[in-house]
C-alpha cells in the first residue's frame, strides 16, 4: 500500500465520503504551494489562498465546486507599474475514489471507473480530476491550487487595457504625461548635425 503523506493541503473528507449525496462546506486558508508563475508574475509559496466552496459526495468520489483566492504580483509590461491584485477563480474538480472498494464498490472492472472518469475530463475542461488519500479519507488540492493559479496568471499583465508605457527616449510613464514628447530629433539627419557640427568647427579654426 502506498505510503500517504499528509501535507498543508489535504482535506479530511470521510465524513462524507461514506455514502453518495453528503456535501461538506469549506472555508478557510491555506499556504498557496510552489510553482505558481515567477518573480515577474506569481503568486508567492506560502502566500494565504481563501478556498470556499463545498465538496459534495458522488458514486465515483467527491465534486469540489468553489472559489480560490490569492494575491497575486505582477508588472505590467508597458510601463513596469507593480501590479498588486487578487487571483481569483471558479473552480469545479473531480476527485475520484482511487480505490474501487471504497463508494459503490464495482472494483471487479477498474476499467471502467477509469474510462468514466477521461469522458467526465474531457467533456468538460473545467473540470480536472485530482486525488484523494488513504481511501477516500483526504482530498489533495495542492495540484488543484497549482493548477487553477497557474492556468489563470495573466500572459501579458497590464496596469490598465490601455496603458500608454513608458517613453522609449527618456522612461517618462505617458499614462501621468500624455502630451510628454521630446523634439524631434530624426535620427536621419544626425549625420548632418555632425558635418555641420565639424564645418563649424573647421571653420572657428581657421
Ligand atoms: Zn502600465
Ligand atoms: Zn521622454
Not at 464498490?105 to 473545467?126: M, P, R, T, Y
Request: glycine letters at 10%; a negative charge.
Amino acid at each position: 500500500m502506498a505510503r500517504v503523506t499528509y501535507t498543508d493541503w489535504t482535506i479530511p473528507v470521510a465524513q462524507i465520503g461514506s455514502r453518495a449525496g453528503q456535501s461538506m462546506e469549506i472555508d478557510r486558508e491555506f499556504p498557496a504551494p510552489g510553482g505558481i508563475g515567477d518573480r515577474i508574475v506569481g503568486v508567492d509559496e506560502g502566500a494565504p489562498v481563501r478556498v470556499d466552496g463545498r465538496f459534495d459526495s458522488i458514486v465515483d468520489g467527491l465534486i469540489f465546486t468553489g472559489t480560490v483566492r490569492a494575491p497575486m504580483h505582477a508588472v505590467c509590461i508597458r510601463c513596469d507599474i507593480d501590479l498588486d491584485r487578487d487571483l481569483e477563480q471558479q473552480v469545479t474538480a473531480f476527485f475520484p475514489y482511487e480505490d474501487p472498494a471504497v463508494g459503490k464498490g464495482n472494483g471487479k472492472d477498474g476499467k471502467s471507473q477509469d474510462e468514466e472518469i477521461e469522458v467526465l475530463a474531457g467533456e468538460d475542461e473545467a473540470e480536472d480530476v485530482y486525488p484523494l488519500m488513504d481511501n477516500g479519507a483526504f482530498a489533495d488540492i495542492e495540484a488543484l491550487l497549482r493548477d487553477t493559479f497557474v492556468d489563470a496568471l495573466p500572459m501579458q499583465p497590464l496596469c490598465r487595457p490601455d496603458c500608454k508605457g513608458l517613453c522609449p527616449q527618456c522612461g517618462e510613464d505617458l499614462n501621468e504625461h500624455p502630451e510628454h514628447a521630446h523634439r524631434q530629433a530624426d535620427i536621419r539627419f544626425a549625420g548632418l548635425e555632425a558635418l555641420k557640427a565639424q564645418l563649424e568647427a573647421e571653420q572657428g579654426a581657421e
